[in-house]
């Protein structure tokens, strides 16, 4: 079976600089995949990549078996592709309800309303305060409406970025505990984290990138056991 997501040889620059120097990975159906590394070393150049927001220099990236990497994002959100930047990038003015309503934009079917439920499910806070503007919501408040707004478009595959950063240990927790609660409910999601154990603790496939480059692959569970992961990523010496 070929994977849901193929990136291969993608290189990426911002002019002259190369971000993304060659890097190959997949994600398969029903998986968790995490890109974990250091400030600067690409994960959200590849996110922003694989969302159509960036062009590649060179290199291909596939969805069910279909090149997207010369698509436009909106139509990429169409395919089944849905990403939760770096930043939350919620809509400060608007109400929660309406951020959420914004993830459903590409959805031709009427059945918004079972999606809002779902949202308001996974997060009741989200529904308790549906009518709020959204700047008013803490840090962890507007992760959890990022992830939701993102789940709004019924993706196949949903793209995370960072969604501890900035957290307290208790929101981070409990956002981590929805990102495996989610691929309980059998939702693909390629995870970019700094907060490598927590990421490779859910990660069924695990990619360590390094200046542009994969320097490590391997399971959830090896990179978790392995030296190099522990000693860089983990805090260990
Ligand atoms: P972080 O965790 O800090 O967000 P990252 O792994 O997501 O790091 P990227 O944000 O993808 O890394 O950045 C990769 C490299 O590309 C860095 O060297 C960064 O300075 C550079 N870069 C990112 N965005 C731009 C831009 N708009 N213009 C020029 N260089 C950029």
Do not use: C, W
């Not at 890109?35 to 969805?63: D, E, M, Q």
């Not at 929101?171 to 990421?199: S, Y």
């Not at 959830?220 to 522990?230: F, M």
């Amino acid at each position: 079976m070929s994977a849901m997501l193929e990136v291969k040889d993608l290189v990426v620059s911002y002019g002259k600089i190369k971000a993304v120097k060659g890097i190959t990975f997949s994600v398969q159906e029903g998986e968790v995949v995490t890109l974990i590394g250091t400030n600067g070393a690409g994960k959200t150049t590849t996110l922003r990549t694989i969302s159509g927001l960036l062009r590649p220099t060179s290199g291909s990236i596939r969805f069910q078996g279909k090149r997207i990497d010369d698509m436009a994002a909106h139509s990429i959100v169409s395919l089944g592709l849905a990403h939760s930047p770096e930043g939350r990038r919620i809509f400060p003015r608007l109400t929660v309800e309406q951020n959420l309503m914004l993830g459903a934009f590409s959805r031709r079917d009427g059945d918004v309303k079972k999606d809002l439920k779902a949202a308001y499910d996974l997060f009741p806070i989200l529904g308790e305060r549906s009518n709020q503007p959204a700047g008013t919501f803490s840090g962890g408040e507007q992760q959890m409406l990022a992830m939701g707004r993102a789940m709004m478009s019924r993706p196949k595959l949903l793209m995370l970025d960072e969604p501890s950063m900035g957290l307290s240990p208790i929101m981070m927790k409990r956002i981590m505990t929805t990102v495996t609660t989610l691929k309980q409910q059998g939702t693909t999601i390629l995870l970019v984290e700094q907060n490598a154990q927590a990421a490779l603790n859910r990660a069924n496939q695990g990619y360590v990138l390094e200046v542009g480059k994969i320097v490590l692959s391997g399971t959830g569970k090896e990179l978790l056991a392995s030296d190099d992961v522990r000693k860089a990523y983990l805090g260990e010496d």
